[in-house]
């Protein structure tokens, strides 16, 4: 059935290093929205990419989505406190308009 | 007013109990969405309304029951539920079904049920 695979499901770093999380789609995304929820909060919507290739930047977050459609990124630099919690990737699979959501990726800082 | 409000925002329910979950919005937005959420997974979805109408029905069990009695406001009927219905219960909303317009979803803080 069609699914949006994501991965790690857990990533524990230290504040100040990096985090990535991926998303690979079975089959062609017409758009990927990138979504946060904080422990005990609800979903934030951070950003939708539409083209293919296209990069996005919010401060210390790059967001981007493969040539084929297929696939996207979300990394965070130089992670702080506030960048705890679960991301969520989301995608619209050619006309269909429902959102095939990713299992999500939580970012723990590690003490 | 970009939010969208949902209440109550905890409720504890018998098997037996009916109970409404409320959802309302003033963003204009023509799609309203009920998500169920369990713990540690990603929203599930349940149903969807454009332009208040019914569009999609996830298969959910008929102990839900789905209302929108206008445009901005969006319920949910609760009746006879099971202990594994206890889930966060997020209200969403969207400008359109069918557009991605770069906004996505605007979701509410949720209910967090509990069916003892």
């Known amino acids: 059935g069609q699914q949006v695979m994501q991965i790690p499901q857990y990533q524990h770093v230290q504040e100040g290093e990096d985090f990535t999380t991926y998303c690979n789609s079975s089959?062609?995304?017409?758009?990927i929205q990138w979504y946060k929820q904080r422990p005990g909060g609800h979903p934030v919507f951070l950003i939708q990419?539409?083209?293919s290739g296209e990069v996005k930047k919010q401060k210390r977050l790059t967001f981007q989505f493969g040539e084929a459609k297929k696939n996207s990124s979300l990394h965070i630099t130089a992670t702080q406190t506030t960048d705890v919690g679960t991301y969520f990737c989301a995608g619209n699979q050619n006309s269909n308009y429902q959102l095939i959501w990713g299992a999500g990726t939580k970012l723990i800082i590690k003490p | 007013d970009t939010e969208v409000t949902q209440t109550p925002k905890h409720l504890v329910m018998g098997m037996t109990n009916k109970k409404s979950l409320k959802c309302e919005q003033h963003?204009?937005?023509?799609?309203m969405y009920w998500y169920k959420q369990k713990a540690k997974k990603p929203p599930e979805l349940m149903f969807v309304?454009?332009?208040?109408?019914?569009?999609i029905n996830e298969s959910v069990p008929s102990r839900f029951s789905p209302e929108c009695p206008n445009s901005s406001l969006l319920n949910l009927h609760l009746h006879a539920l099971q202990p594994e219905d206890s889930a966060l219960y997020l209200c969403?909303?969207?400008?359109?079904?069918?557009?991605?317009?770069?906004?996505?979803?605007?979701f509410g803080s949720g209910t967090r049920l509990t069916v003892v």
């Open positions: 089959t062609t995304l017409s758009n």
């Open positions: 963003m204009g937005h023509r799609a």
């Open positions: 990419l539409v083209k």
């Open positions: 309304y454009s332009y208040e109408k019914l569009s």
């Open positions: 969403a909303s969207s400008q359109d079904i069918t557009v991605p317009d770069g906004y996505g979803y605007t």
